[in-house]
């Protein structure tokens, strides 16, 4: 089995480090630290069993830290999903989703991210992350396992949002309960639902395919479908009827470029959509196209270059369809 670019990396610090200095312990850690910070931060692809790897390597208990929470939560910001699943593996958790989730305001994710960080409508919870919960605004502060269910612990504080006064309340939440609160404020239809129609939209996601919500990549041809009542940022197969929308919303997960056929039930916004249906008609590598386009309008507002550039990617047809 092929070693990992992130174990190369931290096998390249932990054997050279020292070697034209005096030996530090202390400058071995920090080293290490930084290189594992780095390759999550950069986007390094991290493989199944590689946290189980680090945690049992390169004496990492005297440089991880307090907690080698701060490592997930770092992924969950840059959207490094490669390492997320990793972490979760070895520690044998399942990810829990919530919505309106804000991420920390301090956090070495920016030296990776342009405005990535911030409130998001639907995102993985991590330590530190701040969330509404029961009329309150809470913090989390840890994960536990009970038996074959993964649940999180967060508090509601005096001060609201500041979440440096006196705990008011501690909440134990699972997967079920937000599942649960997530059906029981849902609305009922409103007018921005159209059925019967079919929109083509652009979608962009990482080199697997997939993005923060999208965990599993889709197949160019296949139709797929979700349940319950469809709403932007809340329930539904989301894309945006503009590229440069889309990019917008993708952040740094915008390696692959999808056209994407939208149908069934659609709620529609100024700059994104979600559906019933979704089709991906075709995907492609962008990244040079994102070069062209960011070189020739570094503001990335110029919609109809971007779209004439992504078009350019796009299959030809065989003759018998034209």
Aim: with cysteine; proline share 2%.
């Amino acid at each position: 089995m092929s070693t990992s670019r992130p174990i190369e990396l931290l096998n390249t610090t932990w054997s050279g480090a020292n070697k034209a200095t005096s030996h530090s312990w202390e400058r071995l850690n920090h080293a290490m630290y930084t290189a594992l910070t780095l390759a999550i931060g950069s986007g390094m692809e991290f493989a199944e069993g590689d946290w189980e790897y680090i945690a049992s390597h390169y004496n990492s208990d005297r440089w991880i830290g307090e907690s080698s929470e701060n490592f997930y939560t770092l992924a969950i910001e840059v959207g490094n999903l490669s390492f997320a699943a990793s972490y979760e593996f070895a520690l044998k958790r399942d990810f829990i989703i919530a919505d309106n989730v804000r991420q920390r305001e301090r956090s070495p994710a920016s030296m990776y991210l342009h405005g990535g960080l911030g409130t998001h409508q639907r995102c993985r919870l991590a330590v530190g992350f701040c969330f509404p919960w029961d009329g309150h605004d809470v913090k989390v502060t840890s994960f536990s396992k009970e038996g074959e269910q993964t649940c999180v612990f967060a508090c509601a504080h005096e001060d609201g949002s500041k979440h440096w006064g006196k705990i008011i309340k501690r909440y134990r939440i699972t997967r079920a309960d937000i599942i649960a609160g997530r059906k029981a404020a849902r609305p009922h239809r409103g007018p921005s639902q159209h059925q019967g129609e079919t929109v083509d939209a652009w979608h962009f996601r990482n080199s697997e395919g997939k993005t923060i919500h999208l965990l599993k990549a889709e197949k160019v041809g296949k139709v797929y479908e979700v349940c319950g009542r469809i709403q932007v940022c809340s329930r539904g197969l989301h894309g945006s009827i503009r590229a440069v929308d889309a990019l917008a919303h993708a952040g740094s997960l915008c390696d692959i470029v999808c056209r994407t056929r939208h149908s069934g039930a659609i709620d529609r916004r100024s700059d994104k959509l979600a559906s019933q249906y979704r089709e991906v008609l075709w995907q492609a590598d962008c990244t040079e196209a994102l070069r062209k386009f960011w070189a020739a309008c570094p503001t990335g507002t110029d919609n109809a270059l971007f779209e004439s550039l992504l078009m350019e990617l796009a299959p030809e047809e065989p003759e018998e369809q034209r």
